[in-house]
Every structure is written in structure tokens, then in C-alpha cells.
């Protein structure tokens, strides 16, 4: 029902920024919440930012607040996350989701849509 593709992911070096985009596709009306979850080698999927259909709440995860930034373009169909600042620790395939209904939350089991993620890749 609804479709999530995620790119500008890339290899960059510590200290850098890059811009991720998630473009939704199909019932895009059922994305009242959107995130970014990422996923390094051996580990977890974990949360990193989300936000509300209207863009006016966003949440982050401790590890990347004051360096990574959260935006939707609903005119667009597309989710945004800028990144700066970059460490080796952000290295990690990083996923778009989306949650039919309700805020946003941290948790990955809340959410409905998926994207296939997008490798990011920050050398020292």
C-alpha cells in the first residue's frame, strides 16, 4: 500500500554530511508519522529520528541530536535526514519507515512501511 525508497547514502569521511531522501509511493496519506531507523553489522536495528505528519514534532535519538536533522515534504512524498557531523559510529545501513496512523514513536514495531535502506559508510 505504500512504497518507501531511500537514497544518497555513500561513503564519506568523519566530520562530513550527507543528505538521505525516502520517496513515498502509493498511500501516501497513510504516513501520519515517518522515521529513520539504521542497523550496523552484529547489531540491532535501532531508532534515529521521527516526525509527525505536520513536521511540528520530532524526536531523536541521544546519540545523533544536535548533528542529524529530520524534514518531510508532503507536497513531495518525501522524508529527509541531513547529516552532520559524521562519525564511524553512524556507519550502518539506514532504513526509512512509516506509521499509518497516530505521532511518532521510537519504537520499529509501530511502524507499518519499510523501505530497503541505504548504506552509509563514514571512514576515519
Known amino acids: 500500500q505504500v512504497q518507501l525508497v531511500e537514497s544518497g547514502g555513500g561513503l564519506v569521511q568523519a566530520g562530513g554530511s550527507l543528505r538521505l531522501a525516502c520517496a513515498a509511493s502509493?498511500?501516501?496519506?497513510?504516513?501520519?508519522?515517518m522515521g529513520w531507523f539504521r542497523q550496523a553489522p552484529g547489531k540491532e536495528r535501532e531508532f534515529v529520528t521521527a516526525?509527525?505528519?505536520?513536521?511540528?514534532?520530532?524526536g531523536y535519538a541521544d546519540s545523533v541530536k544536535g548533528r542529524f536533522t529530520i524534514s518531510r515534504d508532503n507536497a513531495k512524498n518525501t522524508l529527509y535526514l541531513q547529516m552532520n557531523s559524521l562519525k564511524v559510529e553512524d556507519t550502518a545501513v539506514y532504513y526509512c519507515?512509516?506509521?499509518?496512523?497516530?505521532?511518532?514513536?521510537?519504537?520499529?514495531?509501530?511502524?507499518?512501511?519499510w523501505g530497503q535502506g541505504t548504506q552509509v559508510t563514514v571512514s576515519s
Open positions: 519507515a512509516a506509521r499509518r496512523f497516530g505521532s511518532y514513536v521510537r519504537r520499529l514495531e509501530a511502524y507499518d512501511y
Open positions: 502509493g498511500r501516501t496519506f497513510s504516513t501520519s508519522a
Open positions: 516526525i509527525d505528519w505536520s513536521g511540528g514534532i520530532t
